[in-house]
């Protein structure tokens, strides 16, 4: 027989078994079953079913992946001799049936996955929104980030076209509210236009995005963050369809407009009631986790699927790895799926660039994708469902049916990262670089690349591996599931500070058990009635406590657990001072800004730049809405650099009634030092203008000759101490004193005391803290006894054992006498280089950026600060990169005289690239260099 009768043979013997809900659930016998049953690779089935099918002798039904059935099988299943041998999907198959022509009539939503499943009800909603007379009806699409909210909107537009709704050129337009919505007139004119003169700088009339979806869809995405004068006008538009143009008084205007908002916040609490109430559909779109098993799985296969167009191989990925990557789907959604995704297949693509199937194995997933399997196996029924519809690998093919169901997609990169990795490979392997080298780097940048353009769905697992130092993986799985409980219980979230304290606990509470040690507590005993929710909750916990751990539990300990979940509920996150940088120049202040931030990582910083040409007027009223808006309670460290900028501090407390204090001759140093002191020391307003008044950059202090580590204001009589406190018994705050011990031992300081002592006693124990010099605190709260305070979260992440250097210098100076002005800024670069570059090794770019910086300041004849030093390296960096993917900058303007003539130099400066890595900078890329120089050269002329 041959290999194609072969093929046709198992196809009918399959499709003998297969009825109308096995159709439904599957799709048709795929090739994959056939290639498995009759033992012949996959391909060859593929190549066989299709030309079967071009004979006329089998059914093919489109989808993902291609369903066939025999010729018999399917004449039974629609009742009617077979004259047609394709189906662009199963919907138009179904559809044959004389009886099932409207049920399974082919829409746009016939491609979304789940629509017959999971998002059945929501596509019936949206249907009825469109096709209510005469223009249908306005919606409220409900869901958190990620869900598909914006591609459900589409689909709706989609929808409208298919029906005959809308015309072919209707519009569909997008506004997102956020964009706008700390300056309501801005805002309001985005949307509804303005007349001329309406306000400064309205020269012409302007046409708003209301009258542009005029006879369309106009899709207000995060509708909560619009303010309330703007949702009054919304719903004065859904009313009667009329509005005003800012700068008008009466609604002259008109547009038939079909109005589609989505949010991710709870519309009772986030919106205008009367908004809401004009309404009448709201569609809640289900989560992740909420979908059907099979709807996860279909989801999955098509991501696979467009990955595996964009590499053009197939990908197959094992069984286990597919339900890891389900597991670990739990709060980003099909967003946070698409990004894990695509950083596994990257993974994969690297280390397979020589074979012709990428194959993605569990054993090869990185151990936060691993992590979901874990996660899932908590869930029997689920696991249970997924292996029922996961009966083997799953294989996606490059040549299988995919369709972009939405032009613009948030969450698709700008880059194709596979051409990326080939492009550095291919070079790395010409510098003679080593496979095993070639692989640990790429695979770094993968990281880093799609971690970052993926931050807000990543898990922070090193924060659960600097847990696992103090508390057993056991114990701390306990807590998370307790963690997940209490949520579920009071419908709110908890941080990681609740997993550290309550698992430090929980771990002090089993040894003390472990070795029958009494712990007397006193005066808790009224908690009961002051803590009733937190009360039930320990009750409940701590018969988890005793199944799980098989141990007796006391009452009194009830009352203590009830103590500690009291204290973690509250909102302790402390007000800060807000920091506003503003400078003269078009850029200098933002791009200090944006540096300080990448280096520290804290957002209660913001800048304003002031061009040469823009009137103070204007900055100040600039001033007087930022500082409003960046106030939390604590005041506004104003820092300037010169000019009338030093003189509007007065003026902004005397306005706005908020605290301002003004610092000049700013610096990047000066502004890291003053984050530092507003966010890790919490500091006042008061306390850190007096301490930056003097301050003048690090090298100062650094540089100072020393021979003996001294601390500032330390009493020679009294011993150096840290306080460890927490909020329950000793118990958790002795387990900090050993894991602070160990830091102190490995930076050399044994003169350091640990106190433990619980929060609710520091008071009481004043006297016995007074025999010491505390140096600072550590734990779950702030004991505010004068010293800085190092939260217990922040000491057990990637940045705490640097935080406890910072505060306690370490035994041995000669390390900090050799930290001099260069050895900053390189310091500085090469982390603001790690966070932006994915295609350059940092370390080996930036000895040459340091050169070409430096022969840049003696052809210019200036002196760079350290700030400008570094900008300019960033900058510089970016181009080289740019130049290697080949996407550098275009320079928009003319070029001057001046640039003109620098040229030729400036390209001879930057030979040190060609040299070593054979990278030219483009004239336009140089033309950007000269303009960052001209706004040096102008500030240090003022």
Do not use: W
């Amino acid at each position: 027989m041959k290999r194609n009768e072969r093929v046709l043979a198992q196809l009918e013997t399959l499709s003998t078994h297969i009825d109308l809900d096995t159709l439904l659930a599957t799709g048709g016998i795929t090739a994959l079953q056939i290639a498995e049953a009759v033992n012949i690779q996959r391909n060859n089935v593929s190549a066989d079913l299709n030309q079967l099918f071009r004979e006329q002798k089998l059914v093919k039904i489109n989808g993902r992946p291609v369903g066939y059935l025999s010729l018999a099988a399917a004449e039974q299943l629609l009742g009617t001799a077979v004259t047609t041998f394709f189906f662009d999907s199963l919907e138009v198959f179904l559809a044959a049936q004389p009886t099932t022509t409207a049920e399974y009539e082919k829409t746009p939503f016939s491609d979304l996955i789940g629509a017959t499943t999971s998002l059945r009800n929501q596509v019936e909603q949206a249907k009825a929104a469109i096709l209510y007379p005469p223009n249908g009806l306005d919606t409220l699409i409900v869901g958190p980030t990620g869900v598909g909210k914006t591609l459900f909107a589409n689909m709706m537009f989609n929808y409208a076209h298919h029906i005959g709704k809308y015309a072919a050129d209707s519009p569909f337009v997008v506004f997102n509210c956020a964009d706008y919505y700390t300056n309501p007139q801005l805002l309001m004119s985005h949307l509804f236009g303005h007349v001329k003169g309406a306000f400064t700088g309205a020269d012409t009339d302007k046409q708003g995005l209301v009258e542009k979806a005029h006879q369309g869809i106009l899709f207000l995405d995060e509708v909560h963050r619009l303010p309330p004068e703007g949702q009054e006008m919304i719903f004065y538009l859904m009313d009667n369809g009329n509005y005003a143009k800012l700068g008008e008084t009466e609604r002259q205007h008109h547009a038939d407009v079909l109005i589609i908002c989505a949010t991710t916040e709870n519309p009772e609490s986030s919106l205008l009631k009367t908004f809401v109430r004009r309404i009448p559909i709201i569609i809640n779109i289900p989560t992740f986790e909420e979908r059907a098993a099979k709807d996860k799985i279909d989801l999955l296969r098509f991501l696979l699927t467009t990955e595996a167009h964009r590499i053009k191989k197939p990908i197959e990925i094992d069984t286990e790895a597919t339900k890891a990557l389900i597991g670990n789907t739990t709060y980003g959604n099909v967003g946070q799926l698409k990004s894990n995704i695509q950083l596994v297949c990257a993974n994969a693509f690297l280390h397979s660039l020589k074979d012709d199937t990428l194959k993605i194995n569990f054993k090869d997933l990185p151990a936060e994708v691993k992590n979901g399997f874990f996660h899932l196996s908590g869930n029997r029924a689920e696991m249970q469902e997924l292996s029922d519809h996961l009966k083997s690998d799953v294989i996606v093919y490059p040549d299988d049916n995919t369709k972009s169901l939405i032009k613009d997609d948030a969450y698709e990169p700008d880059f194709n990262l596979y051409s990326i990795i080939e492009d550095k490979v291919g070079f790395m392997v010409d510098q003679g670089i080593k496979d095993e080298e070639i692989n640990r780097f790429i695979g770094i940048d993968i990281d880093i690349h799609l971690n970052s353009f993926y931050s807000k769905f990543q898990n922070n697992t090193q924060s659960r591996e600097k847990m696992l130092k103090v508390i057993n993986e056991d114990i701390l799985n306990f807590t998370e599931n307790i963690k997940s409980m209490i949520e579920q219980h009071l419908h709110r979230k908890l941080d990681e500070r609740f997993i550290l304290a309550f698992g430090l606990h929980l771990t002090a509470f089993l040894k003390r058990n472990k070795e029958h040690k009494i712990v007397r507590y006193a005066n808790i005993e009224n908690v009961v009635q002051e803590m009733a929710t937190e009360y039930e909750l320990s009750i409940q916990i701590n018969q988890m406590i005793k199944t799980h751990f098989s141990v007796s539990v006391p009452m009194m300990e009830t009352m203590y657990l009830t103590l500690l979940i009291n204290s973690l509920l509250k909102d302790n996150k402390s007000q800060r001072v807000a920091i506003l940088v503003a400078m003269h120049g078009s850029s200098s202040a933002s791009s200090m800004v944006n540096v300080v931030k990448k280096l520290l990582g804290e957002n209660n910083i913001e800048s304003i730049d002031m061009p040469l040409d823009l009137s103070p007027k204007k900055v100040l009223d600039d001033m007087r809405r930022v500082v409003r808006e960046i106030d939390n309670g604590k005041g506004v460290l104003l820092m300037v650099d010169m000019g009338s900028l030093t003189g509007f501090g007065d003026i902004l407390t005397e306005e706005t009634g908020i605290p301002v204090k003004t610092i000049d001759m700013v610096s990047t140093p000066t502004v890291l030092e003053a984050v530092r002191k507003a966010t890790i020391m919490e500091m006042d307003l008061e306390t850190i203008y007096r301490s930056l008044k003097d301050f003048r950059g690090y090298e100062n202090y650094l540089e100072k000759p020393t021979t003996t580590v001294a601390i500032p204001d330390s009493p020679a009589d009294k011993p150096l101490a840290i306080l460890s406190v927490c909020t329950t018994g000793e118990g958790t705050a002795l387990k900090l004193q050993t894991f602070v011990g160990t830091l102190l031992k490995n930076m050399g300081r044994s003169d350091i005391s640990i106190i433990a002592m619980p929060l609710h006693e520091v008071a009481q124990r004043q006297t016995e803290l007074d025999q010491y010099h505390i140096l600072l605190s550590i734990g779950i709260a702030n004991p505010n006894v004068g010293v800085p305070f190092i939260p217990l979260e922040q000491l057990f992440d990637s940045e705490g054992e640097a935080l406890l250097n910072h505060y306690i210098p370490t035994a041995t100076p000669l390390v900090l006498e050799h930290i001099n002005k260069p050895s900053m800024v390189l310091q500085m670069s090469e982390e603001s280089l790690n966070e932006f570059l994915t295609y350059l090794n940092p370390t080996k770019v930036l000895p040459l950026l340091l050169a070409f910086v430096n022969d840049i300041e003696q052809f210019e004849n200036i002196q760079l600060t350290n700030g400008q030093k570094i900008n300019l390296i960033v900058h510089v960096g970016c181009a080289l990169e740019r130049a290697v993917v080949k996407e550098t900058l275009a320079y928009y303007a003319t070029a001057s005289p001046q640039q003109l003539s620098k040229r030729g130099d400036y390209h001879t400066i930057a030979q040190h690239f060609y040299n070593s890595l054979k990278i030219n900078l483009s004239d336009d890329e140089l033309y950007y260099i000269m303009d960052m120089i001209a706004d040096t050269l102008t500030i240090q002329s003022l």
